[in-house]
């Protein structure tokens, strides 16, 4: 039979428990005072389900039990004092009364604590409700005594003045903290309520901040990709090579995944590493000899996803003050690497170096800007003097999209 009831109670409680987490499972529960309890507990306001779930998850099981030991414990104690104060009943309706509105005040308190808006909302019918309960309890209990003690009970009646008069000071007595709580904790709530806004709007601001500073970086960009494909044309067109249905096959094809690649937020290393092939295919038409590169990329990693250009903007940053500042030009070298949870993809230039790199660096700071938004603290840009030239390592996070 306990086994019974202990079953039931835990069976209750987790039901209690995944509708204060789901609400919409209140309906599904079964008929009756159940379900008009879970009902109950899914119109309270998510703040205050949060924080029900949180209290019932902390004292649920053994450990409810023995809280509500040690508050029966100090009701017996307070009903003990009474008893010798007032000396006027027998200890047995001194720690009855002690224990019933003690329980009567926390059940009162916790419920207000939990679920204010309600209580507050109806304030005078607690109040009106808190001071019957009290008469009947009081009108109950001296019953009881005097038939428990042979006693007629039109005694009874010649009490009742008295009876009504404690019963409302009693009421009163319980339903007071109950309100002054309730009070507290609708404040308490519309401030929480605020500051959840005002987070919640502070986060829509930052990501709105975040891709405004993603186009501006991918526009300051775009030019300079532009105007280095069109130096390159410009420079086959005056000297006339032979190679420009393979140039210009290049260029679209460099200039189709370019454009394409600036409007998403990131592209695969597949993808990734197609234009900086064609892109380093016309920069060799320019500059002739003067430019040899190789490709790295293991196929596990090719569906791997990467800020769209953040390679390419490496690359053309090697070319621009690693490769064309040397007289002998030199070799590119872009590599990815597994690094467990984590890729690291190399840009190694055998040009000049970094101490005697010209420029203002704006690529790299567009590339560590953007490696900020995507990724945090999660990913670095870590440049490298190497003999010869200069090595520039990018570290992201492992992030695969799957194939459709």
């Keep these: ?148 003690h042979g006693r007629p009970i039109e005694h009874l009646f010649t009490r009742l003045p008295k009876l009504v008069g404690g019963a409302v000071l009693a009421g009163m007595v319980v339903a007071m903290p109950m309100l002054l709580i309730g009070a507290f904790r609708r404040h308490q709530h519309k401030l929480l309520a605020a500051q959840l806004q005002r987070d919640a709007e502070r986060e829509r601001l930052g990501r709105e901040l975040s891709e405004s500073k993603l186009r501006m970086l991918r526009a300051q960009i775009e030019p300079h990709f532009l105007f280095n494909t069109l130096g390159a044309v410009q420079q086959l067109a005056a000297d006339g090579a032979p190679r420009a249905a393979a140039l210009t096959a290049d260029l679209i094809a460099f200039l189709r995944a370019s454009f394409s690649d600036m409007r998403t937020e990131t592209v695969s290393l597949a993808s990734e590493f197609t234009t900086v092939g064609s892109y380093l295919r ?51 070298r872009v590599t990815a690497l597994d690094g467990g949870g984590s890729i690291r993809i190399c840009v190694h230039d055998s040009g000049v170096g970094m101490s005697d790199t010209p420029g203002s660096g704006a690529g790299l700071d567009n590339v560590r800007r953007r490696l900020q938004l995507a990724y945090g603290d999660a990913a670095g840009l870590v440049l490298r003097d190497l003999d010869p030239g200069l090595g520039a390592e990018l570290t992201v996070p492992v992030q695969v999209k799957e194939a459709a």
């Design 1 to 148: 039979m306990w086994r019974k009831l202990v079953d039931w109670y835990d069976k209750m409680e987790a039901e209690q428990l995944a509708v204060l987490e789901r609400p919409e499972l209140a309906a599904s529960t079964p008929a009756g005072w159940r379900r008009w309890t879970n009902c109950k507990l899914a119109t309270m306001s998510p703040i205050e389900r949060m924080q029900l779930h949180a209290f019932c998850t902390t004292y649920r099981g053994a450990r409810l039990w023995k809280a509500l030991g040690k508050f029966a414990a100090a009701f017996t104690l307070a009903g003990v004092q009474m008893h010798l104060v007032f000396g006027k009943s027998n200890w047995f309706g001194s720690l009855f009364i002690a224990n019933l509105v003690g329980f009567a005040l926390l059940a009162g308190c916790v419920g207000v604590w939990f679920n204010s808006g309600e209580i507050m909302r109806i304030k005078r019918k607690l109040v009106l409700r808190t001071i019957a309960g009290a008469l009947l309890g009081a009108v109950g209990s001296f019953a009881f005594l005097m038939v428990s």
């Design 282 to 332: 016309v920069m060799q038409a320019r500059m002739g000899a003067r430019l040899r590169f190789e490709l790295s990329l293991p196929d596990s990693l090719a569906r791997t996803e990467v800020p769209s250009m953040i390679v390419l903007t490496l690359v053309e940053n090697a070319i621009k003050h690693g490769i064309e500042p040397a007289l002998r030009g030199g070799e590119i």
